[in-house]
Nanobody, 114 residues
Framework: QVPLVESGGGLVQAGGSLRLSCAASGSIFSIRTMGWYRQAPGKQRELVASISSGGNTNYADSVKGRFTISTNNARNTVYLQMNSLKPEDTAVYYC????????WGQGTQVTVSS
């Protein structure tokens, strides 16, 4: 299993920045991909960004150029640096790992005020 603990959400004004963190534990050697999803009220959960064990990244078109996904050297923590935030970025953000075990974090609220 790969338990995940997220942190870093909050309230920010439009144009501001936040950094989300997600710490993985347990069978971290089995992780192939780490990523962030988000779900806004009344909408489906969507992929925001992902990073593979080889370092390849993938971003939703809506966040390209504003958000950056990265990991630490131990690859047990994934970060999402969010800049130039917009009100439409408001959502609950979930960390996700995929591999031998697929795991979701508990979610962290990001609210961007206009």
């Amino acid at each position: 299993q790969v338990p995940l603990v997220e942190s870093g959400g909050g309230l920010v004004q439009a144009g501001g920045s936040l950094r989300l963190s997600c710490a993985a534990s347990g069978s971290i050697f089995s992780i192939r991909t780490m990523g962030w999803y988000r779900q806004a009220p009344g909408k489906q959960r969507e992929l925001v960004a992902s990073i593979s064990s080889g370092g390849n990244t993938n971003y939703a078109d809506s966040v390209k150029g504003r958000f950056t996904i990265s990991t630490n050297n131990a690859r047990n923590t994934v970060y999402l640096q969010m800049n130039s935030l917009k009100p439409e970025d408001t959502a609950v953000y979930y960390c996700r790992t995929e591999g031998r075990y697929n795991s979701w974090g508990q979610g962290t609220q990001v609210t961007v005020s206009s």
